[in-house]
């Protein structure tokens, strides 16, 4: 039995972290995250819809508390922050951070709960946090790269957005100077535009990939044991203890990302808006 446990604790995990995919390699479609990522896109439009269909001028409800509140400070952090002319920012604000949240709080469901569900449905293989499959964030951290051009060109036109590029960060008095940090600020501002998505992606990511291998670790603590071991009565109150723990801190981590991932999404846009 001692040889075997490993054995299935590896199969297990393995298990759990291979996605629902459609073909092989980079060009694999990972069906579950695309499909739970739409059903948690369509709850969001439809909860927020229907809230503000529904809005009323007395005593608000909680559900449209709750909404009211999201919605005013990010609105508030927006204006503080964006100093441009972006009407769109806001709502884009609000969306980032609500979808990133849903898609964070689905780390927060049973890890065996939809996978064995999906098991008896025919499906082999099921992954339900979008967040922590990394070609979900990368789509995402790339709509945001492309966003920032546009707010670019948008506030300081073509010529302007495209001269920053090679006139920033060092500047410099005369066409000689100009001539010489040319190729130094162009290569800083090619880095710089890199690392914006490759940073938002894996800072997403890794949290998420590591809280739900945490969660998957916690339930492999009595994986294999049954209820005549006497293993059984000593690890599952620990796993009680430590999966409470660690979903109460969790808790906190999903919505920070999710934080974080909308507020650099805004301070990007307002650094692209801005002139140098």
Excluded at 62 to 69: M, N
Excluded at 71 to 88: A, R, S
Aim: proline share 4%; aromatic share 12%.
């Amino acid at each position: 039995m001692a040889a075997d446990g490993p054995e299935n604790m590896t199969g297990y995990i393995k298990h759990h972290l291979e996605h629902l995919s459609q073909g092989e390699g980079f060009t694999a479609l990972h069906l579950d995250s695309i499909f739970f990522k739409v059903l948690l896109a369509l709850v969001f439009v439809t909860l927020f819809i229907g809230v503000s269909r529904r809005a009323t001028a007395g005593v608000p409800g909680k559900l449209q508390c709750a909404v009211e509140l999201i919605v005013e400070f990010v609105d508030g952090l927006v204006k503080e922050t964006f100093h441009g002319d972006g009407k769109l920012v806001a709502p884009l604000a609000i969306t980032i951070f609500c979808l990133v949240f849903m898609m964070n709080f689905m780390d927060m469901l049973p890890v065996d709960a939809l996978p064995a569900a999906a098991h008896h449905l025919g499906f082999e293989h099921l992954r339900v946090v979008p967040t922590a499959d990394l070609s979900t964030t990368f789509g995402m951290s790339m709509c945001v790269f492309f966003l920032i051009q546009y707010y670019g060109i948008k506030h300081k036109g073509v010529v302007g957005f495209f001269s920053e590029f090679v006139s920033a960060p060092f500047h410099a008095n005369g066409i000689v100077g100009k001539l010489l940090l040319a190729g130094p600020n162009l290569l800083l501002r090619l880095i710089e535009e890199a690392v914006r998505p490759v940073s938002l992606s894996l800072r997403l990511f890794g949290n998420m990939y590591a809280g739900e291998l945490i969660f998957i670790l916690i339930a492999c603590m009595t994986l294999g044991a049954g209820v005549s071991s006497g293993m059984t009565y000593v690890m599952a109150p620990l796993q009680f203890i430590a999966g409470f723990v660690w979903t109460a801190f969790h808790v906190l981590v999903i919505t920070l990302q999710a934080f974080i991932f909308m507020m650099l999404t805004v301070v990007y846009l307002s650094m692209a808006a801005q002139h140098h």
